[in-house]
RNA sequence: GGUCUGGUAGUUCAGUUGGUUAGAAUGCCGGCCUGUCACGCCGGAGGUCGCGAGUUCGAGUCUCGUCCAGACCGCCA
């Protein structure tokens, strides 16, 4: 028997008990006459002691264990003389009366602790020292608990986990798909699934009613702090629901997880805002809510007096920013700059200073009066003391840039209170997006994305134009999930292929299975899937999912603790009949 | 595909205008130490300054290329 105990479970109620543990040396402190050794598992860390004068032997040998030894230890639970209140079992250590080494370890590249010193490229090389950590740990447990809430929470309200398959087939729509080769198919390729969406339509036709799926999606396209290739949905879909049934079974899950992992009730439906009002009042589709600061459009009041940047602009906004009208020259550069950088796109920035006694000062005074700027500080609002910051330019990039901004100044002024949290609906989404390469309308969400009938009139007139019923689940300017009312019958299906330029025949090609399931009696569905390791990195109020995910990616894709991707041997080329374009030197 | 930032001891970093023998902290090794828990004190080892060219009397420092890492833009239905 290797353990009686963990390490994180002993207290004062076990003094005199003799015990056995087992777990890896932490660290060892030898202060001549005595040794301690922090024994640590994945429940805690238990002191350990050796003295000279009990027991010379086994002391001298106890000064010889290094850093990540595995131990098995037997001794006697005693009160501490000295308590360490900063740890479960600080009240009491073990006097060690035995010990073994069940495995030795060399000195590892970074310190094992909550603040370690290894850098990330080195922590992701040697992950498995990393997830000894209990930071890194912490956000693995974190993930269980949700899981197990999410799983919970679903099955009571009558939904039915299915497992879909992983190896399906490759369709153009969307993100590129991950493909592998088949072995007994010459030629052809299976697709790993970007989200199992098409089976959980086929559920529904099914009549499974309520279905659900943690699920591993995959997407091939370039990664972000916030983006994996491997990536995991919390995957959902119901039956005979209009939208307001879908958010609300959601909006229940969402409030469960808010109060048994955060311990956080919200009391309030949460607000549905419209796609063109979260554009005009936030820069973009997922704003973080929790401050104000909104856009501000000025271009009626600002434009026609000379002044030819933003006369020449299709879009003239603002922000106010309270009480910043001290910003110094150095930090209106600064802010200038931000929005000049290439990524950003702005040409300029214009500020208008509304100082403490009234007056304004701003980088603008040559076009317009007081009169002028006063009638934009009353549009925004703005108090004496306020900074307003002006941008102008193209729509998109304006918009896009300005909401950069005020992100940017939300995170100065410190107005993103990790502890709060701000849910809501955006909804409406268009349900096409011109795609200037292919010169086509493609489906913004996915091509199963149902209109509102009201529109359907519009897809021959301006199909920009046409609504879809989708909505994202927004938490703190965070996309934590999306989902639409579905397509349920073949005619509309049908027509939404050939809107998104598709041909009859790859219609039916790449989307037959479904439209002819649609002619067996589709029931009308809908559905909605989250990110969960999204859902878990802003409950661990962390900026990236790369730790709330076991095993993750670097910035290339690359899992550089297997060194992968990586080449296959010319027999397995050959197996899959593959012939590689040109020989590869790289490894 | 693009923009930016970084790469110096095991690790995290500093390194001035281009100038003698490249530093600190921590870790590691050795010694001392009986109540530590970031133990303390003394001593020691440890460097292809990512790699390759170039400029120069002289390059960690400047230039170009390249590789690696990270953030972002494009992309991500």
Not at 211 to 225: P, S
Request: charged letters at 30%; one cysteine or more.
């Amino acid at each position: 028997m290797y353990r009686t105990h963990t390490c994180g479970e002993l207290n004062i109620t076990h003094v005199d008990a003799k015990v056995k543990l087992s777990g890896w040396v932490q660290k060892s402190r030898d202060l001549g006459g005595m040794t301690f050794v922090d024994l640590r598992d994945r429940y805690g860390i238990t002191q350990l002691v050796f003295n000279m004068e009990t027991n010379a032997e086994l002391c001298r040998s106890a000064r010889k264990l290094g850093r990540e030894y595995v131990i098995s230890t037997e001794g006697v639970v005693a009160v501490r003389s000295n308590k360490n209140s900063k740890i479960a079992t600080g009240e009491i250590e073990i006097l060690v009366e035995s010990f073994s080494i069940l495995n030795s370890s060399e000195v590892p590249p970074f310190t094992i602790e909550k603040e370690t010193d290894g850098g990330d490229e080195l922590r992701m090389k040697y992950r498995y020292l990393d997830l000894r950590r209990v930071e890194v740990r912490k956000n693995l447990e974190l993930r269980h608990r949700m899981a197990i809430e999410i799983r919970n929470y679903l099955s009571n309200e009558n939904f039915l986990e299915v497992e879909t398959p992983v190896l399906i087939k490759s369709t153009p729509e969307g993100a590129r798909d991950f493909v592998v080769p088949s072995r007994m198919n010459a030629g052809q390729f299976y697709a790993l699934p970007q989200s199992p969406q098409t089976f959980k339509q086929l559920l529904m036709v099914a009549g499974f009613d309520r279905y659900f799926q943690i699920v591993k999606c995959f997407r091939d396209e370039d990664l972000r702090a916030d983006r994996q290739p491997e990536f995991t949905q919390i995957d959902c879909e119901m039956s005979f629901v209009d939208r307001d049934d879908v958010l609300d079974a959601f909006e229940g899950l969402a409030n469960h997880l808010f109060k048994s992992i955060k311990g956080v009730e919200i009391k309030e439906k949460y607000p549905k805002m419209a796609y063109t009002e979260a554009l005009r009042r936030f820069g973009n589709d997922k704003p973080d809510t929790r401050f104000g600061m909104e856009l501000v459009d000025l271009k009626e009041i600002a434009t026609g007096k000379g002044f030819n940047v933003f006369d020449s602009a299709a879009y003239v906004s603002g922000i106010c920013v309270e009480g910043c009208a001290e910003y110094s020259r150095k930090q209106l550069d600064e802010l200038t700059d931000f929005v000049k950088k290439p990524q950003m796109g702005a040409k300029g920035l214009v500020y208008v200073k509304y100082n403490e006694a009234g007056s304004f000062k701003s980088s603008v005074d040559k076009f317009y009066s007081f009169e002028e700027l006063q009638k934009w500080a009353d549009a925004m609002g703005a108090r004496p003391g306020d900074l307003l910051l002006v941008l102008a330019g193209d729509t998109e990039i304006t918009r896009k840039a300005l909401s950069e901004l005020r992100l940017e100044m939300g995170r100065r002024l410190k107005l993103m209170e990790q502890k709060t949290f701000k849910p809501l609906w955006v909804v409406d989404f268009p349900l096409l997006e011109w795609d200037e390469e292919t010169a086509r309308y493609h489906a913004m969400h996915h091509p199963f994305t149902s209109p509102y009938e009201e529109d359907l009139e519009l897809f021959k007139s301006d199909p920009g134009k046409v609504r879809a019923i989708a909505y994202d689940l927004v938490i703190n300017g965070v996309e934590i999930g999306g989902g639409s009312i579905r397509i349920h019958n073949e005619g509309l299906q049908q027509q939404m292929f050939d809107n998104l330029g598709f041909t009859r025949e790859e219609a039916a090609k790449q989307f037959g299975f479904l439209m002819g399931a649609f002619r067996y009696g589709a029931p009308p569905h809908g559905g909605i899937a989250f990110g969960f390791d999204r859902w878990v990195a802003l409950f661990a109020e962390l900026d990236s999912i790369r730790d709330t995910i076991a095993f993750p990616k670097n910035n290339a894709g690359r899992d550089v603790m297997i060194d992968t991707p990586s080449t296959i041997s010319q027999d397995q080329l050959d197996e899959l009949h593959l012939t590689l374009k040109k020989p590869e030197s790289k490894k």
